[in-house]
T-cell receptor
Framework: NAGVTQTPKFQVLKTGQSMTLQCAQDMNHEYMSWYRQDPGMGLRLIHYSVGAGITDQGEVPNGYNVSRSTTEDFPLRLLSAAPSQTSVYFC?????????????FGPGTRLTVT | GNSVTQMEGPVTLSEEAFLTINCTYTATGYPSLFWYVQYPGEGLQLLLKATKADDKGSNKGFEATYRKETTSFHLEKGSVQVSDSAVYFCALSNNRGGGADGLTFGKGTHLIIQP
């Protein structure tokens, strides 16, 4: 199993550009989520999905869109990039939606917006 | 709401020293508690977890006990190695299901072990 994969690993955008961060998992997990990691802030939840066709907002959803058309994929879209979105983005998945399940993280995408 | 507070870093220790990284939390109900580790350039990996009061999670020589009376989940290791150098995150998840809370993370503690 590849686990959770993310592409690209690095990306530089200009303010106002749009892009999609890709996330895929091959563990047949119901639950997938996106976090951003900023220095001194820990990780903060952006959006999550409890199954195909179901998504919802986390703590910091503004400026991001998600969709979940398949169990395996959960892309994160930046509609109009802003410097405040410079961050490291992590996708995670888990077997179920109960809080005690382990979450598996991808290797991250480092995004810089100039 | 939920919150996790852990000691600020970096924490610098010599090899074979005893490690404690403090973590306290605020949450409603009965959360599950986790320690995740992040090695340079990688994503987070689960190190250990505890799902109810007085549970002890352990892995790779690390351990932490879920203390409901002090709302704490301190990470300990008896003898650290250079390979333990990483950033350690304490996290919690409420067990209400539905995914609404995800994980609430502390800010992370950068641990540096010197030979």
């Amino acid at each position: 199993n590849a686990g959770v994969t993310q592409t690209p690993k690095f990306q530089v955008l200009k303010t106002g550009q749009s892009m999609t961060l890709q996330c895929a998992q091959d563990m047949n997990h119901e639950y997938m989520s996106w976090y951003r990691q900023d220095p001194g802030m820990g990780l903060r939840l952006i959006h999550y999905s409890v199954g195909a066709g179901i998504t919802d907002q986390g703590e910091v959803p503004n400026g991001y869109n998600v969709s979940r058309s398949t169990t395996e994929d959960f892309p994160l879209r930046l509609l109009s990039a802003a410097p405040s979105q410079t961050s490291v983005y992590f996708c995670a998945s888990s077997k179920g939606t109960r809080g005690s399940y382990e979450q598996y993280f991808g290797p991250g995408t480092r995004l810089t917006v100039t | 709401g939920n919150s996790v507070t852990q000691m600020e870093g970096p924490v610098t220790l010599s090899e074979e020293a005893f490690l404690t990284i403090n973590c306290t939390y605020t949450a409603t109900g009965y959360p599950s508690l986790f320690w995740y580790v992040q090695y340079p350039g990688e994503g987070l990996q689960l190190l250990l977890k505890a799902t109810k009061a007085d549970d002890k999670g352990s892995n790779k020589g690390f351990e932490a006990t879920y203390r409901k009376e002090t709302t704490s989940f301190h990470l300990e290791k008896g003898s650290v190695q250079v390979s333990d150098s990483a950033v350690y995150f304490c996290a919690l998840s409420n067990n209400r299901g539905g995914g609404a809370d995800g994980l609430t993370f502390g800010k992370g503690t950068h641990l540096i072990i010197q030979p």
